[in-house]
């Protein structure tokens, strides 16, 4: 069920919203089609029901998908390859918590948000595909002041239903960008399990964040989520938050609590630390992204975003000719 609906934002902050989007929509037109020529469906392969021709088994394949009866008669592990849907069901988790809102070289964290959210719906909306998405953003208060707020304390998530068609794909796209991001950081393991509810046919499902949430809050729900849909986490990340620059007295301010902070970032001593407890921490993402069955893209604010998106989409397609999608 879709929690509270957000305000709207400020006009300014809609217009913006609306350039964003036109311009992450032509780049991906004009450039990702350029260099993903040919049939392709979508970051994954997705998942089929059509069933196809048997081939030998090769490590990493799904036993789920083991052809038992071609086994028996040739004597050879073999696996039924299948045919994708033509009507495959794409759901996106966007967390667009105030950590989002953040950016230190060419894009703002939130708007890579909303090109990875762009490029998904411009690789999957075709052949009646559909296409749909939570949103979560952060509670618009203080932590501190929770208790004195008017607001409630839940961040606030609403669900874009999916629907079929090139046109409600740009709906839904707006609708995201125009999205306010309130202070506080979202639910994203309450996020990711709305994915989960209703259950839906096996599909693609897509969580697109800094997952920079406590690693427990969210590894449960997402590994709940690989067991029945093929899952996409799309990691987004600014330099600045894998290591300091020697800049002097740097004020820094929690955008989950509001709180100022200043750093002497000319310690070297301080700068190590930093960058070896941001390396643990993605570490840990990324291992608890690959225990839950995930296949993981990272996207930083200062390269390239299409070229990364165009080698992971070239990497599962030479995984999925090899017999594995992870």
Known sequence: MAGPALEQPPLEGAARAEAVLGRLQLLVTRKLDGLLQGDYVGLLPGPGTEAGESREYRPGDDVRRMDWPVTARTTLPHVRQTVADRELETWLAIDLSASLDFGTAQWLKRDLVIAAATAMAHLTVRGG???????????????????????????????????????????????????????????????????????????????????????????????????????????????????????????????????????????????????????EQRGAIARALRTAGAAHLRLRTDTDWLLDMVRFVAAQRHARTRGTTR
């Open 129 to 279: 595909n559909r296409i749909g998405a939570v949103v979560g953003t952060g509670p618009g208060v203080p932590k501190k002041a929770f208790r004195k707020a008017a607001e409630p304390a839940h961040p606030p998530v609403f669900r874009l239903p999916a629907r079929p068609g090139r046109k409600e794909a740009q709906g839904l796209l707006r609708s995201i960008a125009r999205t306010q991001v309130r202070p506080g950081r979202a639910d994203l393991g309450e996020l990711i399990d709305m994915l989960n509810r209703p259950p839906r046919r096996r599909g693609v499902a897509c969580v697109i964040s800094d997952f920079l949430a406590p690693v427990d809050d969210w590894e449960r729900p997402l590994r709940k989520l690989g067991v029945r849909h093929d899952v996409l986490a799309i990691e987004v990340v600014d330099p600045r938050e894998l290591e300091l620059p020697d800049v002097g007295v740097l004020a820094l301010a929690d955008p989950e609590t509001g709180e100022l902070h200043e750093v002497q970032t000319s310690d070297s001593k301080l700068r190590s630390r930093y960058a070896e407890a941001a390396a």
